[in-house]
């Protein structure tokens, strides 16, 4: 990525981010996302030797930070610690990513955040592909929602996932392999369910859980876009013009200290949420986030594996840089 | 609710959701859950005369009251304006009900704050009846998620939804009338999906949107229950030892200052929403509530109109009190 005009700042923040997706086994989150971040820099989306810097003047529950038009990732690293601080000191507090091109999965955010006793929920927009429930044509976007609780000593309990039935990235799939989708993951151009991905393409996906499902994206819109002063979904395919390059909007993050919400009642906070985990995965059904915690185990105890295609991919890419992307 | 022992503060505060109900058509939130207030008070589980009063020493960010054990309403009606005062000063703030039953909908009081000019999310946990995705038996509450956002002039953008695919009292409905249930609403006592309405009274509800409806769920638990020291679902309910009366937990409560989050980016945040809830609705989806909203216009121009069964319930309820109720 440096090869290719990133500065240190963004391409390691951006690099630590596709490495955990990787030893996580969530690969439409790792080195396959290389090739997207050159082409949005190629394309003069996201600048590539910003510095994001923290925004004077905010409110004091607000770390607002500026990504100046890079990547979320170095801008999350850069508040997530002022973040942790606030909410550790006054309960609750929020960080407020504003002028950044997205492309990162949410539970790295999540996980740093519970990693320093704390629990989190971050949210985005993203640009429109998703219809709202009742609706005819792409408004929303896949819009992530992400949660996490810490657990001393163990993976935390992390969830993060998309709003829309499924990812955009499914429907391709399902054209190129020739096989039809499930009916109600989307809708043709003229509105009605369809199972044809190429017809879906051209029409909208669905938001999962039907008019709840689009109410909680409707939700992210306006919390992760218009409440911080950034761009929707909408906005943010309008500003780019594509759906091949990473969006721009911002995102928002809110940390809540359990140490502080939970004072002077009864009970540990940590032990009581190990007996809600405890009853969960005791009657068989998962917990969120178990077969990503699996892949790292492994990861961490045999190395990352990468195909030859992927490691072609790599060359190609440090040999050439930008040269290497359309 | 005086004749049946509630002082003037339980009641009032009660009698306003419930008369807010009806006016709103919300039937199941309505007059017929006078008797469950009464039924919750003859069992001694709940108390009558309480005064809830603002616990001292709690972070700035959160307002804590405590309901001593009477119902949430008053509760929430003596930390909503502190609640607002502080969310606009810091930018997010918390209100905490610690030790209140609950029996109430979430929008009266999201509605109380975006009458107030802010954005706001509650959530709360009830008592177990709904097995999480994958598993055999009832562990999580119904669950209620509820979100606000002010249109100045004009009734909010708000949703308030329990996380199962349906209400228990919908399954109750179906038994009554010999109707079978939607594959996908519940299970029975062997975990296995049922459309048999008895099989699924003794089994359990499912959450909706499947593993994701289930996550959010798990974290209505975590923030709502355990992060405030307040029981879960499950604790509530052995706490109860029945579905019968109103639960005793906790709720939370955390207000957006759209004003404060958006200072310093361009729009005005309230015009923005605007256009997004015109291109939700100019596509032909609903916003949420938009059915209540419809009644709430036709009670304020033609008042409420109650059947003679239900003026004969009042009538006895007024004439016996707690002696009219098993």
């Known amino acids: 990525m440096e090869k290719g005009g990133l500065s240190v700042t963004q391409a390691a923040a951006v690099a630590r981010v596709i490495?955990?997706?990787?030893?996580?086994?969530?690969?439409?989150?790792?080195?396959?996302?290389?090739?997207?971040?050159?082409?949005?820099?190629?394309a003069g989306k996201v600048q590539g030797a910003a510095e994001p810097y923290v925004v004077p003047g905010a409110k004091p529950t607000i770390v607002r930070v500026n990504a100046a038009h890079g990547f979320s990732n170095p801008a999350f690293e850069l508040g997530a610690p002022l973040l942790a601080e606030?909410?550790?000191?006054?309960?609750?507090?929020?960080?407020?990513?504003?002028?950044?091109?997205?492309?990162?999965?949410?539970?790295?955010?999540?996980?740093?955040?519970?990693?320093?006793?704390?629990?989190?929920?971050?949210?985005?927009?993203?640009y429109s592909t998703v219809a709202p429930a009742g609706g005819t044509h792409?408004?929303?976007?896949?819009?992530?929602f992400a949660f996490g609780w810490p657990r001393p000593?163990?993976?935390?309990?992390?969830?993060?996932?998309?709003?829309?039935?499924?990812?955009?990235?499914?429907?391709?799939?399902?054209?190129?392999?020739?096989?039809p989708l499930l009916l109600g993951w989307a809708i043709d151009g003229g509105g009605a369910p369809t199972t044809d991905p190429e017809a879906a393409l051209a029409g909208a996906l669905l938001p999962f859980g039907g008019h709840k499902g689009s109410a909680i994206s409707t939700m992210i819109e306006l919390l992760g876009g218009i409440l911080i002063g950034d761009l929707t979904s909408n906005e943010s395919l309008d500003h780019l013009g594509t759906t091949t390059l990473s969006p721009s909007h911002g995102e928002l993050i809110i940390a809540f200290s359990p140490d502080a919400f939970s004072s002077g009642r009864d009970g540990d906070p940590f032990a009581r949420a190990e007996a809600l985990f405890e009853a969960i995965a005791g009657q068989g059904a998962r917990l969120p986030s178990q077969r990503r915690f699996d892949a790292r185990a492994k990861a961490e105890s045999e190395g990352i594996a990468l195909s030859s295609a992927e490691v072609e991919l790599l060359n190609r890419l440090l040999d050439k840089g930008l040269d290497a992307v359309a």
Request: glycine residues 10%; positive net charge.
């Open 19 to 42: 490495v955990a997706g990787e030893r996580d086994a969530c690969k439409s989150h790792g080195i396959y996302r290389i090739e997207g971040v050159l082409r949005t820099l190629k």
């Open 86 to 126: 606030r909410a550790k000191q006054i309960g609750i507090a929020t960080l407020v990513i504003n002028d950044c091109t997205h492309f990162a999965a949410l539970w790295p955010e999540i996980e740093a955040l519970t990693e320093l006793g704390l629990a989190a929920m971050a949210l985005c927009p993203n």
């Open 138 to 144: 792409p408004l929303l976007g896949t819009n992530p």
């Open 153 to 179: 000593g163990r993976t935390p309990y992390v969830f993060d996932f998309a709003t829309s039935m499924v990812a955009r990235g499914e429907i391709e799939l399902h054209r190129r392999a020739g096989k």
